[in-house]
């Protein structure tokens, strides 16, 4: 399981097809299904059906079918299609390549439409067959949803439990979390922390046997360090021997994978495992990352997952990507119990072809998802909210100036953590300190865990530092952030805060050096080889700064209560102003600087807050946010660590605004050798052979003759080797045997050939050399191409593959940089 | 102003190209901007820079740029580019036709490229120019929020007026209405329709000295029946003489507009004033009508006369094609009060382009719109949200199957209305009804007026009928809807219904023959020729049946409240079911059955709502709405209206489903006669002249020559015939020049031949004769081509264009079903 991540920090854009030429040799097709195939070949005028027979199964199982109820493609049955809609290649992606949408999209409607046929046909099983086909996508992300919500909730759970064990464990059983071990105590009273303090919990210093006082206080400290560390440490070990690639966010591979880029083992059952695990320790090291982020990796692995029990999804990668959407939406459903903002967070962010249907299952799994959470309730409270703020959030005109200010400083925050945070990683990569992952992250924790103790904003977890931020000062609430001299009318009546005490001011100042603490903890954190996400983080700290700014602005009023904007805007009988709305301004704020999300961004945050009459400020935030983010360095910090590791990831949101065309980004340019072709009559085995060796391409286009140079058709490079292994298995072929590979060619009296018409991919997308690269790119991007062939007059020019897009991209980027 | 909606009735796929032609004659290049250019044509060696001149600010404009201030375009400058990469073409599309929108965003990218590279130059003016059109997106939208906004606030204002007038007037001021009229009255009691009554306020049967009693009933039905009619004859008449293209909802026409259609004056400021008046008389006239959906187009509207203020959208029809999906979502912001519902409205509904950009400007545009509503508060009411319900709405999980079948019951009512309305519709367009539209619309007034008087469900307004529909019974609430033995604790304590009394079974039966009252209303005036929408009439029906099953299940479980769903959901201390939860789910079931919107629908129904809680259950029955509506018929009600007058829509919600090549739909087949092409080099202007003329195509192929038909380009008749009228006007050609489209071929000494390489398109898309449709349709929708050229070996076999598509479409859905 310890293969991958170092091969895969290797690859650049330039990805070796050549090492990969001889992976798909190794698990070619005839072994990939565990079914040997000898069988005689398809010789003209011998054993035609038998052939035939052979080439309709692969066909029927690579278009999606199950391997071991292959329908019976014969050939009368196959006659009642048009045969020539009948998708002819039979690869498989090997890792770290690049999709071709267009024709895995065109095998599934082949498969569509064998199904109809059938069901036409009118027997009970075959409609079965069809129904069960057509309803296998919404079971599909069915399934998917529960498995999001269930690793979910076993997730929270469990960090809520591995979180309390670092105070101190339950008499009654040890598997009890505090809230649960109090639950039927008989004294219970309540910490400053709103934690359950009862007889049947029993703190470390209390075994200890300490009572309060300064060296209770370095005994908790020291027993909080080490779990801390001890956390940290088995989640990096995990990681590092079980899963690499559990490590991150996630976010912007699935991204990538999601653009059509094959990471074999990125969305695997071990990933998910031990990226479950490590979110629970990671979160309950106290470590400054979220959970949140990381739910959309463990949720697209259960996609990836549970999309092989349907082989329609399982055994097709574009439609695979289907399912993966809706994956990553239940991702953010389940993460902050926002359904609708889960879906538009994958449509918004994450995802690349998204039609229509997709949003409606990405939709229904989001919300069963979210289901299951609500269910499960591992929050054990009666809302489905993380943040339920429990008041009704006013805001008044003026505020939006602040408000704006809030998003500006998201905008700031953005730029500094992206371009910090890329250096720090860059730093990681290519100094020694990247070759000592686990102590990297030992380090990491205890300097959270020491440092972050001193300070009560720091200890407690950042969705309760949240909590606390967001919420409103009630009449009995007395820690330092509501330390206001407060006019209560009555017992039920609003309380309206009229001056600051000292409380607020010391709050303030640890607020100020919790935020310092996070923005330099957060850089350093996220990168780290252990589940970590940055949604929380970046909410903590806008909320931190919002917190600030809205106490500020409060000051401001009860001091210059007549000052026009207060006058005008505010009201005696209610609070003017409420610092945890800033609160939550900041921490949509400071989030959208960071990810440049907008819309997906307002949703999510009405949803966590459900605070439907804020959507106005979330909005002024985010867009200013995104505005001055952008200003400052355009793209998201998923974009920046899409470009970090140089994947293959072709932006759909940014127009191609250079000035060249298919003729200048072709191969081959002027100095480069003549493109390897094949001739489609005369050519024997072993002339193919040695071309197919030689060259490092995944495919060859076909030609009539040299001469001519006219366009034929492409075939995999692939199928050529596949097809020859088995024909040279039947032994009725040598190496001087001809190779045809057009249909209506004849062939002479006595003369032994092969014909490989079927295999060839009879309409390729070509253009002309002087179409604009905007079209070109256009059309990989919409139509999902992998390779692009280019012609003049029908003669075969060259070919644009999508690596040769990014690489002429980045080279025009850095002219216009020079 | 009348013109239009009988020719465009007439339209059927195959609309007229050769009347078109003559119209872009008439209304030719040189006479559309108001400037004669008789300037000498581009000659070899001849004035080479003035005539280069000319073509570049013909290009400059077309590109989007103020005809006002062009830029000087000269050749020194446009090298600065590569000039390959100049959008040649110069057309402007004809009314009903189909635009190109591959060739609109390359006009456009061109334009950008060029601001950016005059900003690179550094002088001040051409900064401001560029981060003017970089910002003129944003300005754009806020207009067009700021514009629906405020007609969206005129019509609510309008209709509230009116409405209110039916039933008497206000004697201090006869532009006050009721509620405004009673403010600052010393005696305000309220009707039993919570309507202010003050003295202020006269009846008219009070003009008339009526006392209540039986004359007053009668004089009261007669007055309500006057000013129905009245309203309804002078919408019709305004609709008629006025603009014809402001009857119905326009969704169908939006959505048609958005896939690429051009109808000119349907988006016009006529249109816009008409509807708005129309829609405040239509609503006033109690007609089962909504002006929601409307609004739609009345935003639309804003959106297409706003953006001619900026010519990189008024005069680009792709780009404004971004701008009316923003505005569409607008539409629906203003009409619920719905921003994030507006959003996905337009993207799941309306739009057929929807790149991220417009997204966010989407957003905006609706969020700008919203609070302009918010702002101008129509309805008098601290909350922004129509049917706000102000109590938490609860559900328990076995709720969850009478919401099915709610769902299941929006199914059948979708099936049933889009059968019988487009039956109807049918009969309206064959049969003699259709001539006399005023006199329908004066019918129906007068039918749904009287019928509607005797029941009082019927006799208040919709939007008033559904706010009681979705209530909860209150502690003072005496309606026969809320006729219950109630269980009040305290004055602040939840009520708690126990039994049902009489007046709940009286209102069960008026609410049925309500609901059979609208079923039939809707069908007749759905389609009627004045503003009509059907938003709020299905919302209407929906709440009637969602309420009349929520009370059934509240009399259940009054009587078996052992039984053990009721035993085991509900709970002694709360109210166990609550009606209004199941009409605000019936109302969604069955605008989803209707309209088959589904995640747009739930969003729109949560913010409609502000009811957050209940978004699982709005899920649930929009999906079994959805499902089994589309197991009855396909498609929605728009889709049915875009059939049934035959737009060309490529419908980019269905796949490909049959197994036709390239080379069987393209034009000419086999017994068709062969394309008309030009050849490159030596036809004289008088040949192509009389090729032109013959044919009704609207562009034409340029091959090498008839014997090779090895293509080269593609040039637009609009073009050629431009060309030859500046060239004719210059006095120095004759009928005899030759005419060269290539740039690389060079005259002979002392011929005389004109050069129309730049105005030749060098490389169209085109496809392989073996190309399946699937493919091909894939590179229409996603491309947004116009035309496809086939070719074989580089040869020019045919071209395909949409309405080829759409009509081999239809004919291989008659071919299915027969």
Redesign the interface.
Known sequence: MSRGKREFENITVGYSNQADQEDSRKNGYVEFFGITRVRKGTFLNEEVVQSEKIINDIVAMDAGFDPNQLPDLSIGQTNI??E??MPKITEKYGNFHTIDW?RD??KD?YR??WL?KQKEKGKLIDKLQAWHDAGSGWFCVLLIGLGAGIAAGVVDIGSNWTSNIKSGYCKKAFWLNREQCCWDALNITYDNYKNPICDEWISWTEVLGLKSGSTEYFFALIIHVIFAVMFGTVAAVLVKVYAPYACGSGVPEIKTILSGFVIRGYLGKWTLIIKSLGMILGSSAGLTLGKEGPFVHVASCCGNIFSYFFPKYGRNEAKKREILSAAASAGVAVAFGA??GG?LFS??EVSYYF???T??RS??CA?VAA?IVRTINPYGKERDVIFFIEYQPEWSFFELIPFIILGLLGGLFGYYFIKVNILWCKIRKTTKLGKFPITEVILISLITAFFGFFNEYTRMSMPELIRRLVGKCGPSDDSYLCDYAKNITSANEEVIPTKDNFGVHEAIWKLFLALLFYLVMLVLTFGIKIPCGLFVPSLAIGAITGRIIGIAMEILSFNYPSFFVFAAGCNENVACIIPGVYAIVGACAFLGGATRM??SL??IM??LT?G?SL??PL?VSA?SA?LFGEFLCPGGIYDAHINLNNYPFLDN?E???F????VDVMKPQKNDPPLTVLIQDGMTISQIEEITEKSNFTGFPIV?SHESQ??VGYILKRDLVMAFDQYKKSGLVNSNTLVKFSKTLSNKKNETCIKLDRLVE???????????M??VT??FK??GLSILLV?????LLGVITKKDILKHLAEEREKKNL
């Open positions: 299609f048009n020539r809609i267009l999209l065109s409607k569509h439409k109809k359904p609708i879906v449509l918004e039609p229509l249907k949003l409606w939709f229904f919300m289901f907008t819309v307002v949703v009405v949803e459900s439907l959507i106005v909005m867009f995104k949101k127009d191609y605004e000035s060249a065309f298919a009539v006219l366009l009879m309409a390729p997308i070509c253009v002309s050399d002087q179409t604009p905007d079209t256009d059309l919409k139509m012609t003049h007059f029908g003669k």
